[in-house]
């Protein structure tokens, strides 16, 4: 089976299932809590500070961080369910070279996390912008500053899809792989930087951050790289364990 049909069908097994639309179902509600926040949220002091500058609101619009972990467990769900259902199988049968198949499916969850990231971060643009005019302040993001929330979140989820893809290869099987994500995007970065303090400005929060331009803790290449190599570590341990494990 050629490349291309390997990663059509890998596409085709993620949209057929339910799942995509339990994610948005989730993208809804993370938007449709941040315009409650604008609407009825208040400073101590009884103000809107919160939304009353450029940076606040695009602050507020950052998605980047929420799109890496949703994704992660997206990725995580999507590779480890099929090697606990054996739905593997076929696809290793189909195409024996295994790398070429576990590639595919990274192919695809790469392209599905990316949209999960900037359906989340549109989603809550249009949030924040349909919110705002029931306060006293407007919309105040630059194009060029929506543009880059967007982009952010897009590139995060799609490295989210690949580190959770990498955990779920790994584990097998979804509560694991589930446990795993949480472990390694929500638990484990604080504990990092409990170790090393030097270690706050290379954890998936702050990176995001970086990319979304609400943060300046390193340079945006840095964060692109450090964000890319948070993603590609696991996903290459995920792809030798499927290579090198005798039975699926």
């Known amino acids: ?116 990231g900037l359906v989340g971060a549109a989603l809550t643009v249009v949030a924040v912008a349909a919110s705002l005019p029931t306060t006293d302040y407007g919309f105040m993001v630059s194009a060029g500053g929506v543009a880059r929330v967007l982009a952010a979140s897009a590139f995060t989820g799609a490295a989210g899809a690949l580190l959770g893809a990498g955990i779920g290869a790994l584990v097998l099987n979804v509560g694991g792989a589930v446990t795993g ?30 990319l979304a331009g609400v943060g300046n803790d390193v340079a945006t290449p840095a964060a692109l790289a450090a964000t890319a190599a948070w993603a590609i570590v696991p996903s290459a341990i995920g792809l030798l364990a499927v290579l090198r494990r005798d039975v699926v």
């Open 181 to 210: 994500a949480v472990l390694a995007l929500i638990i484990a970065p604080p504990l990092i930087i409990q170790l090393a303090n030097d270690a706050a400005s290379w954890v998936p929060n702050t990176l995001s951050n970086v």
């Open 1 to 116: 089976m050629t490349w291309t049909r390997l990663v059509r069908s890998e596409l085709r097994k993620l949209t057929s299932t339910k799942m995509p639309w339990a994610f948005l179902a989730v993208l809804v509600t993370i938007s449709a809590t941040t315009a409650t926040a604008v609407v009825l949220g208040h400073d101590i002091d009884g103000s809107k500070k919160f939304i009353s500058t450029a940076a606040d609101q695009q602050s507020l619009m950052a998605f980047a961080a929420n799109a890496l972990m949703i994704a992660g467990l997206f990725g995580a769900i999507a590779v480890a369910r099929e090697y606990g259902h054996n739905t593997v199988v076929p696809t290793f049968l189909i195409s024996p070279r295994r790398h070429r198949a576990v590639l595919a499916q990274y192919t695809a969850l790469l392209v599905m996390g990316g949209l999960l």
